[in-house]
């Protein structure tokens, strides 16, 4: 939390709220510390009740919608059942994506005279080097 404040900040700070709590800041700093101890309490209880409730083990992040639900209602059938049409479209679409890429890359290297290949080796009648194809900017697309 006060990873970005230096050494002077932090003197700043402190000496910002002796001034304006004085002699009362022992007991703010004790009352604050009181109420975090409270607050993760009943964070800790609400838990407890939840899993007594639901008869099963509870942690915090079982408490997100997803992760409750995969836990408590799917059984793992359901979910390889659920995950198994969506990992067969994630894998055609990498598959997908790593030939554009392959191509585009391809292309590249054919394009770029500087790079020994078919096109740069390429002539024309008159013997000279073929020119390098133009693309367009992004401003004459639009």
């Known amino acids: 939390m006060f990873e970005n404040l230096n050494v002077w900040e932090v003197g700043a ?28 309490a009943m964070a800790r ?8 409730e639901l008869g099963t083990d509870i ?5 997100h919608p997803k ?10 059938e359901d979910e390889q059942a659920i ?9 055609d679409l990498r598959s997908d994506v790593s030939n554009v890429q392959k191509d585009i890359k391809d292309v590249a290297t054919a394009a ?6 078919p ?3 390429a002539t024309s009648s008159a013997g000279s080097a ?8 992004y401003d004459e697309v639009t």
């Open 13 to 40: 700070l402190l000496l910002l709220a002796l001034l304006i709590f004085g002699d009362r800041l022992p007991a703010v700093i004790s009352d604050g510390l009181r109420m975090v101890r409270n607050l993760r």
């Open 83 to 91: 995950r198994k049409p969506l990992q067969g479209m994630y894998d």
């Open 67 to 76: 992760a409750f639900i995969r836990k408590h209602l799917l059984s793992e």
């Open 59 to 63: 942690q915090l992040e079982d408490l």
């Open 130 to 137: 073929a020119p390098a194809p133009r693309t367009a900017s």
């Open 112 to 117: 770029d005279p500087r790079t020994p290949g």
């Open 119 to 121: 096109a740069s080796t």
């Open 45 to 52: 209880n609400a838990t407890t009740d939840l899993s007594k």
